[in-house]
Structure formats: structure tokens, C-alpha cells
């Protein structure tokens, strides 16, 4: 019977529950403990404006919906810096943020916004954990200490990138795998799209693209096992790397 108690415990914390839960505790955590209205200052605020005015506007233009500009119309009394180029009122974020937050806007506004930045931080843990193979522990503790979901959480453009980063190369990973040009097409394009949230990760597919070559020109002559052992070493180390760089 102590056997059986025992061999049931050690397998729970290896359960694809408990890895899931282990993953999205935190960053739902923040969501309910730092309500989303308290976190509109700033470029935060603009952000959103721009998310609203994409969605106001039918996605068919990116003027900021600004109330005023017909009492006003050389924004000197915007709280928002905004400028008229071509006679369009803009603010200078990526356009790609904006997009995104007028896709979530519908779902609650700034609660769907912040709703869906937890879910994509959960989502990398968790792709991470999974491919890896990280105990479930070490992920929420990893969750809890390390400011990269705090980051992620508060500035989305961060957590969006991550997303994108994390699983365009674990689709690249899987692509070769099994010998899919569908899965290489997705994780290449998920990977092309993490640097319109953020330039940094240019940086880190420069890199991994390096790494892929150095792969490439050492091992074709060695064995397979090998040659993806090594390609999910680098994969480790630069996704390690990417979280240690954004947590500062």
C-alpha cells in the first residue's frame, strides 16, 4: 500500500496536468492580484489607445480615435504624443502591438488584453517544460523567481515575443524531426514574426540561425541522434539565454 501511496506521487508531479497548472498558476496570479485598469500609464496607455483606435477604426485605418481633434486638431492638448503625418493621426509603436491589442479589445478590453498576455507567458512555459522534459516544480519555481513572467506580464510586447520565439523554434525542431515542410514554414514564420514585437529578437535568431549552420557543416557525416542532440543543446541555450536577457 506505501508502495503504491509513493509511486502515485512521484508520477502526479509528472502528469501533463500538473505540468499545465505549474505553467499558468503565476501569470494568472498577476492577472488577479494587479488588476489591468491600475496598469494603464505611460506607453502602456498608448498602447491600448492604439489597440482601440485599430479596432474603432474597422482595421482599416491606424488614426488614434482622439475625441477632441476637431477643437483641437494640432494635438497641442492630447495627453497622448501623437503625431499628423499625411494628415493621419499616429503614435510611434508597432503597429504589429496595436493590431494584436484590437484583435483582443473586443474580449473585455484591457482585461482581454492582459488576459491574453498570461496566457501566451503560460503557453512558453509550458512549451519549454514540455520539450525539454523540466519537472513541473522547477517550472513554477522557475515562474516565481525569475522576472521574465513579471516582465512578460507587464510589458506585452516582451511576452508576445517570447511566444513567438519559444515556439518557432520548437516547430523548427519538430519540423526536422519528422520531415515536415509545413512545420518548418510555421516556425519560420513564427520566428520572422517575434522581432515586429521586439527588435532584441533579431538578435536571437541571428544566433540561432548560426547555431543551425554550425550544425549543419559539423555533423553530416555523424550519426542523427547526435546532430539533433547538439540542435536541441543550442536550442536550450539560446531560449535560456533570450529569458535571462529579458528578466533584467
Known amino acids: 500500500m506505501i508502495l503504491k501511496l509513493k509511486a502515485l506521487l512521484i508520477q502526479i ?3 501533463k496536468i500538473f505540468t499545465i497548472s505549474a505553467s499558468f498558476i503565476f501569470p494568472y496570479f498577476l492577472y488577479l492580484t494587479i488588476p489591468p485598469k491600475y ?24 488614426d488614434v480615435f482622439y475625441p477632441g481633434f476637431g477643437f483641437d486638431p ?36 484591457v482585461y482581454g488584453i492582459y ?4 496566457l501566451l507567458i503560460g503557453a512558453a512555459l509550458y512549451g519549454i517544460g514540455k520539450e525539454f522534459k523540466i519537472p513541473a516544480w522547477q517550472i513554477f519555481l522557475f515562474s516565481i523567481l525569475s ?19 519559444v515556439f518557432g523554434i520548437l516547430f523548427y525542431q519538430r519540423s526536422k524531426e519528422k520531415r515536415s515542410t509545413q512545420l518548418t ?10 522581432y515586429w ?9 541571428g544566433l540561432y ?18 546532430k539533433n542532440s547538439f540542435s536541441l543543446y543550442s536550442a536550450d541555450t539560446l531560449i535560456s539565454g533570450l529569458l535571462r536577457i529579458q528578466s533584467v
Open 13 to 15: 508531479p509528472k502528469s
Open 39 to 62: 496598469l494603464l500609464s505611460a506607453d502602456h496607455y498608448e498602447k491600448f489607445i492604439l489597440g482601440k483606435s485599430i479596432y474603432l477604426n474597422a482595421f482599416q485605418s491606424l
Open 74 to 109: 494640432e494635438l497641442k492638448f492630447s495627453l497622448l504624443k501623437m503625431s499628423i503625418v499625411n494628415g493621419h493621426k499616429i503614435i510611434a509603436f508597432p503597429v504589429s502591438l496595436g493590431i494584436l491589442y484590437a484583435f483582443a479589445y473586443p474580449f473585455g478590453g
Open 115 to 118: 488576459f491574453l498576455s498570461a
Open 147 to 165: 522576472p521574465i513572467v513579471m516582465n512578460g506580464y507587464l510589458f506585452m510586447d516582451v511576452g508576445v515575443g517570447l511566444f513567438l520565439f
Open 185 to 194: 514554414v510555421i516556425g519560420g514564420f513564427l520566428l520572422s514574426l517575434s
Open 197 to 205: 514585437f521586439r527588435l532584441e529578437y533579431l538578435i536571437f535568431i
Open 209 to 226: 540561425w548560426f547555431c543551425e549552420g554550425i550544425i549543419h557543416l559539423s555533423f553530416q557525416k555523424n550519426p542523427k541522434t547526435k
